[in-house]
């Protein structure tokens, strides 16, 4: 199926609302539901019609000075609403559904990864940057886990991206600071191109803050 709810063990497509925004909301959510209802006679891996990814900062405000430290960044961890590849939209409860016919170039949290590493080296503030099992002799590991990555529509349609993150000192194992960081930014609607949109900007803004803050630590 290429849409689908997740709520526990049961799903269901979420209820309409009232007007304006709220009549949106109600004719993307018949969507949805139109979606699902069409793909429960259709194969689970029915490929996608469009996949999208996330841009990398190119650059970081309030970056510390260049350091020597060697940073692993491992995938990071996330509930299976979010473990996918599928493109999450969040109503009141919370209900997670999925865009039809739409998903991430790769499992969320793989293509969060990527991200991660790649604003890290954009910085050209640290020695090295790379994931486990690329040989570098590391000083510490950027531990994170994915808590909210989605398109809100439970009032104000918005993205939202939610993003704690470790920081661990790999020679001593123990935990140099720890934060959590978050941003919403407002979409122009309710379809995935805008979705996406709005959470570029969204995570944009968590990974500069991130790298930003990293740098300050080593």
Do not use: H
């Not at 650059?59 to 599928?86: E, K, M, Y």
């Not at 994915?146 to 939610?162: C, T």
Request: glycine content about 8%.
């Amino acid at each position: 199926m290429t849409a689908r709810a997740f709520r526990g063990e049961r799903g269901r497509i979420p209820a309409g609302e009232g007007d304006g925004r709220g009549a949106c909301r109600r004719a993307f959510r018949v969507a949805l539901a139109l979606a699902f209802a069409a793909g429960l006679g259709a194969c689970a891996s029915t490929t996608p019609s469009a996949l999208y990814g996330l841009n990398a900062p190119r650059s970081v405000q309030g970056a510390a000075a260049r350091s020597s430290r060697q940073i692993l960044v491992p995938q990071p961890s996330a509930l299976q609403a979010l473990d996918t590849v599928n493109i999450a939209v969040v109503d009141t409860g919370p209900i997670y559904t999925y865009f039809p016919r739409a998903a991430w170039s790769d499992t969320l949290p793989k293509v969060v990864q990527a991200k991660i590493i790649e604003t890290l080296e954009n910085t050209g503030r640290l020695r090295g940057v790379g994931r486990p099992g690329e040989g570098l002799l590391i000083d510490y590991q950027l531990q994170t886990d994915l808590r909210a990555f989605e398109l809100r529509i439970d009032g104000q349609d918005r993205a939202y991206v939610e993003i704690a993150a470790r920081l661990l000192n790999d020679r001593t194992g123990r935990a140099q600071a720890s934060r959590v960081f978050s941003a919403q930014v407002p979409s122009r609607g309710v379809n995935v191109d805008q979705a996406v949109e709005a959470m570029n900007a969204a995570v944009d803004q968590v990974l500069s803050e991130m790298a930003a803050w990293v740098l300050r630590q080593v």
